[in-house]
């Protein structure tokens, strides 16, 4: 059984309610399997989907709402994986997006449902992934890291990041640097060297 | 002076105090018409406020036009930007004078209260073409109109093609701006024609006929344009009237098919997406095909096959294999050494096969006569086709100068007075400033080097290309540098049969290349020629000298050139001819004499926007004199004619807007002799594109006269309603009656919902569609989200452009970091446009694997770190609107100066509302985690085992590996804490 368990944690696992789903075709990128979940798609330990076709929600304009309900407070993401399969979207959607989003749901948005599948898989393969490749490409060279750095504090801009590194030679000496002598650098007015003295010393929590 | 018509048209719209919407036909000179106006503007009426209008040149324009209609008095109108501040643009406001005012500002200060309405006179807007319900004007026109009855709107456009796209978008147009007369001045307004032809000038229509070559290119080109359009036809998809070659040579066409396919263009096939881009690709080819020399051309074509190929459709279709094969014969043609020309043309290609073998045999046997390269015997002849209107070109000018000696020798002879304001220079019009600078050079070197020097860079080119290829995948494929091969091979199977003579092809090219390549290199040394004038201008010639020389793979000369020409064109079209095709008046005999240089000084003002040019060493080749000549790219759109004042127009590239000119400054200016040249290739794309342009111009204005006929304007366009609860407006736009009568009806509003709206977002249309739906919009500078909605809700809006643009920069990311820090409903909003499909991509775009470009994969990503984001999936701005409207619904209005705070730390540095600020020193946290080797699972724990960011810069490098849990990343960071600063900057 532990055999089963460790499978199932790499597997998405989908409520038996979706059995004869034409969606179940295009999960082929993770392994799935059936199981007894209350939500639609189980696909971690702290996320899951719930699946509607904007067709079905057309005939059955309550279901989102109670399958919300059914599902626990326990996850962290709780996805609503919207299928757009009709033409004239706008009132449909509004409804969908007005109950995910008052019944703290993410709403997401699938034209086919190749795509939807994809959301599903990809949910799945990135659940412990960093989220670097969102954060923006930077330079990896040593002055765009330092200036990425020092920008973080309100203010400095990169001339103050050159004023600063070509004054103290090195990052940990500017980490170090006192009030005065941070003073001393022309163009870093006292606002600035209040804020940034205050990074490198006030403690990184407040309250222990 | 001032145009009798632009009087009537000033008259006309002086009638009406509310304002009016005026269309004129293009070049009837705009610029010169809102000038007029603005003078007759006096600060005791009020302040005048002109929209800034995108184009820089349009303003310039009106400026320059300001100051030389009132000399003395004139005074170009101030910008009010944003950068100025609030109190600065009160008091310009109250000035009564005229200004510039971008309308971004205009709104914002309007909606704040800012704009004491009461001052102002009227509006004045200058792109009435591009102004639709949504746009920023049209949201300032009815704010304005709501405070201030009594003031004008005035709107101008002078393309009236864009005002009869879309279903009566004049009659829209004018509704929101509430303005009732249109006034139409087409060129063929009895005003406008009688004026403009009462003293026409002297026109002299000169056809050149194109090379068989052209030709042959021209038929394929359209052959195959035809081709794709019945293709298009077959998908069903767009309207069948549309889909004809003469629409397809205008850039509208695209727009034509775009607006009909962009709501369906996800559900479109790949082949049918393919066809629209390729008869995008196929107008250019046309376009090029009269713009550019013959090895431009061909190198054009190169880099499209590289680019295109296995996508296009086209590029596989019978005729296009003519397109290239043509373009290449007017550039090069391959002969066996022996001087037998390859016979090419030949459809059965196993022939073709058997012959190239042959010709191995042969020179293995003979081991060639020529030099360096080609062990197959194979060499280049250079063709080097010229541009049939070069020579006219020079033909005319030659011609413009003995006519001026020789009326010069008169003048002189009868009075040296008289004001003679012509400078004497020859103003000729070309399309591009890429055609001005080569026009320029054939002017004032030769045609042939022209030619040469261009043939010089291609060659080079290929040869660089092949070392980089070389360098690059060798192994892959050496037959498949498509850039390299001559042929375009039809099928894979005929690939692999015609490969042995584009290897040999090939060859020959690169010979040649090297060849010229070495010449260049060994002519650094042979400086001293004896031209040397100019730098430059000597080692041109002394590479041309050298070529002469020797190699016979480089056939220089002009005898061997003219030769191919004659064989090529069989002496039927060849050039010598057009001479004949002008048809000219005046024969002058041929006077020796002084060459006229004039230096003209006039126009001081202006000079920075002219590139200025006289060519004295003109004679030296041709022993013909040359009157200076100003070249001019049209695409720059300068009053070029006010301030240079030419006599003589030589039209190089036909344009309608530029015709209309002329036709205006000759009226403006009826004492002067004027004499204009129009080049025309004969029975080219290029003259039926300028007639079509007529023709589409005027039957856009057949079209406007209709729809006023039957326009249903109401009576009181500047009446009531305006209100900030207008409903008439939003009725209109919501088809949403099923959710409003759940909502009990219209009440909701009646609540006077309010949305706190970021300064920077009034780019967008949204604000004005949220005032619209009778929402108060409450412009402010926020630090934290474009809207908020309530208390708790805080969106971010993204365009689906703008949404690729941030996850690739990073910027989404730290946008919706800040927004679930502040609130607690952070909202993404996914805005699609209206008139473009809902969806970001068809199924088939898909692809198999989860790919981290994709954006699936980012928005996965984005949900999952962020689990309390909403994203907000909009179909459209009114979509969008009801959306706010329904959240908004059981939710505290938001607080103006709150929203303001938010996200601003105060002097202490502690930000408000921020409940992670006050456990967390969140800067440091920020800093700690942007630092190499921290990363999001052992940031935790930095911060656990040392209190500060100072403490940290302290640690040595063991300790650092205990806390992190690694040394490789201890290293790293402690590394970069102590890297030397790099001090040579």
């Not at chain 2, 296009?320 to 016979?343: C, E, M, P, Q, W």
């Not at chain 2, 708790?792 to 703008?802: G, N």
Request: hydrophobic share 35%.
């Amino acid at each position: 059984p532990s055999s089963q368990q460790t499978q199932n944690r790499n597997a998405i696992l989908v409520s038996n309610r979706q059995k004869g789903n034409p969606l179940l075709k295009h999960i082929r990128n993770v392994k799935w399997t059936f199981a007894d979940v209350v939500c639609d798609f189980l696909l971690g330990q702290s996320s899951c989907a719930l699946y509607l076709s904007l067709r079905y929600h057309l005939l059955h304009p309550d279901y989102l709402y109670y399958r919300i309900r059914e599902l626990q407070k326990n996850f962290k993401l709780r996805l609503v994986l919207c299928h757009v399969d009709v033409e004239d979207v706008v009132k449909p959607l509004l409804e969908v997006t007005k109950t995910a989003l008052l019944h703290d749901c993410t709403l997401v948005c699938g034209w086919s449902l190749e795509e939807c599948g994809r959301y599903l898989e990809t949910i799945k393969v990135y659940e412990n992934k960093p989220a670097d490749i969102i954060q923006g490409q930077m330079d990896t060279d040593y002055l765009s890291r330092l200036t990425h750095a020092l920008t973080t504090v309100r203010h400095v801009n990169k001339t103050d990041v050159v004023t600063l590194g070509t004054t103290f030679g090195s990052l940990s000496n500017i980490m170090g640097a006192s009030m005065e002598d941070l003073a001393r650098c022309p163009g870093i007015g006292e606002r600035k060297v209040k804020r940034l003295y205050d990074t490198f010393h006030e403690p990184f929590k407040r309250v222990e | 002076m001032v145009l009798q018509f632009h009087e009537h048209i000033i008259t006309e719209l002086l009638e009406d105090s509310n304002g009016g919407l005026v269309i004129l036909s293009s070049g009837l000179s705009l610029s010169k018409l809102v000038s007029s106006l603005l003078l007759l503007h006096s600060s005791s009426q009020g302040t005048l406020l002109i929209l800034s209008p995108s184009s820089t040149t349009l303003k310039s324009k009106i400026n320059l036009h300001l100051k030389t209609l009132n000399p003395q008095f004139y005074q170009i109108p101030a910008e009010i930007t944003a950068d100025l501040p609030a109190h600065h643009r009160h008091s310009l406001y109250t000035s009564g004078s005229v200004f510039f005012i971008t309308p971004r500002i205009l709104i914002v200060d309007l909606l704040t209260n800012k704009l004491p309405t009461s001052t102002i006179s009227g509006i004045v807007i200058l792109n009435a073409h591009s102004i639709s319900e949504t746009s920023t004007e049209a949201f300032i026109v009815r704010i304005f109109r709501s405070l201030n009855r009594n003031a004008y709107v005035r709107a101008f456009s002078d393309r009236p093609h864009a005002m009869v796209s879309g279903f009566a978008k004049a009659e829209r147009t004018m509704k929101c701006l509430h303005i009732r007369k249109l006034h139409l001045w087409p060129r063929f307004q009895v005003y406008v024609s009688q004026e403009l032809e009462r003293d026409p000038p002297d026109v002299v229509d000169i056809r050149v006929p194109m090379t068989k070559y052209m030709v042959g290119i021209q038929k394929a080109i359209v052959e195959i344009m035809d081709a794709c359009l019945k293709e298009m036809r077959k998908t069903n998809k767009v309207d069948v009237e549309d889909l004809t070659v003469e629409n397809g040579l205008f850039k509208s066409f695209d727009e034509i098919v775009r607006r009909q396919l962009d709501p369906i263009w996800h559900t479109l096939g790949k082949k049918t997406k393919q066809l629209v881009s390729d008869l995008k690709t196929l107008r250019k080819l046309l376009d090029y095909l009269v713009r550019y020399d013959a090895i431009t051309y061909l190198k054009y074509l190169d880099t499209l096959r590289v680019s295109e190929s296995f996508r296009s459709v086209w590029i596989f279709a019978e005729a296009s294999y003519k397109i290239f094969d043509y373009a290449k014969k007017r550039v090069y043609h391959l002969v066996r050494s022996d001087g037998v020309k390859l016979n090419e043309s030949s459809k059965g290609i196993k022939n073709k096969k058997r012959k190239v073998k042959g010709d191995n045999k042969d020179t293995e046997e003979a081991d060639v006569t020529s030099s360096t390269s080609s062990n197959h015997g194979i060499v280049l002849e250079e063709v080097l086709e010229e541009a049939p209107k070069w020579k006219v070109l020079r033909e005319i000018l030659e011609e413009v100068e003995e006519e001026r000696q020789k009326q010069g020798m008169l003048r002189e002879e009868v009075l040296a007075e008289g004001e003679d304001t012509d400078n004497g220079i020859v103003l000729v019009a070309c399309k591009d400033e890429r055609s001005c600078l080569q026009l320029e050079e054939c002017i004032t070197n030769n045609t042939k080097k022209v030619m040469r020097d261009e043939w010089k860079k291609y060659l080079l080119n290929k040869v660089q290309l092949r070392d980089i290829v070389n360098k690059k995948k060798k192994p892959k494929d050496p037959k498949g540098f498509g850039i390299l091969d001559g042929v375009t091979p039809i099928t894979h199977a005929q690939n692999a049969e015609t490969s042995g003579i584009n290897k040999q092809e090939h060859d020959a090219l690169l010979a040649a290349a090297s060849k010229l390549r070495n010449l260049a290199e060994s002519n650094h040394v042979v400086e001293d020629t004896p031209q040397a004038d100019s730098g430059g201008h000597a080692r041109g010639k002394g590479k041309r000298k050298l070529g002469n020389k020797n190699g016979p793979i480089i056939i220089d000369g002009s005898g061997v050139q003219s030769n191919n020409k004659e064989e090529l064109t069989g002496g039927k079209i060849g050039m010598s001819d057009s001479k004949n095709e002008v048809h000219t008046s005046e024969t002058s005999p041929v006077s020796a004499g002084r060459f006229c240089e004039t230096k003209h000084g006039g126009t001081s003002a202006d000079d920075m926007v002219l590139r200025r040019h006289t060519c004295p060493d003109a004679v030296a080749r041709d022993g013909k004199p040359l009157p200076p000549v100003h070249f001019y790219a049209l695409e720059s759109d300068q009053p070029i004619l006010d301030i240079l004042k030419p006599s003589i127009i030589i039209v190089y590239h036909p344009d309608m807007t530029f015709v209309r000119e002329i036709e205006v400054y000759k009226s403006e200016n009826p004492s002067k002799r004027l004499k204009v040249y129009f080049i025309f290739y004969e029975d080219s794309t290029e003259v039926q594109k300028f007639e079509a342009s007529i023709r589409r111009e005027n039957g856009a204005f057949e079209s406007l006269i209709r729809q006023k006929s039957m326009m249903m304007i109401p009576v009181d366009q500047s009446g009531h309603g305006l209100g900030l609860n207008s409903t008439l407006d939003s009725d209109s736009n919501t088809p949403q009656n099923s959710l409003t009568r759940k909502a009990g009806g219209r009440k909701e509003v009646d609540k006077d919902m309010q949305v706190i709206v970021d300064m920077r977002e009034f780019m967008s249309s949204l604000p004005n569609v949220l005032h619209q739906k009778g929402m108060r919009i409450i412009p402010v500078t926020l630090e934290v989200g474009d809207y908020i909605l309530s208390p708790l809700i805080c969106v971010e809006r993204k365009s689906i452009q703008d949404l690729f643009a941030s996850f690739t920069s990073g910027r989404l990311y730290h946008q919706v970091e800040t927004m679930v820090r502040y609130y607690r409903i952070p909202v993404l909003l996914i805005e699609f446009s209206q008139d473009k499909s809902f969806s970001f991509q068809s199924a088939s775009d898909i692809g198999d694997d989860v790919t981290p470009n994709s954006i699936i994969s980012k928005l996965s990503l984005l949900a999952l770190h962020f689990p309390r984001l909403r994203i907000l999936w909009s179909r459209s701005l009114h979509a969008t609107s009801e959306i706010f409207a329904s959240l908004k619904a059981n939710q505290d209005e938001p607080d103006e100066t709150k929203a303001m705070r938010v996200g601003v730390p105060s002097e202490e540095g502690i930000v408000e509302n921020d409940v992670r600020a006050e456990n967390y020193n969140t800067s440091a946290v920020e800093f700690l985690r942007r630092l190499p080797g921290v990363t999001d699972s052992n940031y935790r724990a930095i911060m656990d085992g040392c209190k500060s960011l100072a403490e940290l810069a302290l640690l040595p490098v063991e300790k650092l590996a205990e806390i992190m849990g690694g040394h490789k990343a201890a290293r790293t960071l402690r590394d970069f804490l102590d890297a030397k600063y790099p001090t040579l900057l």
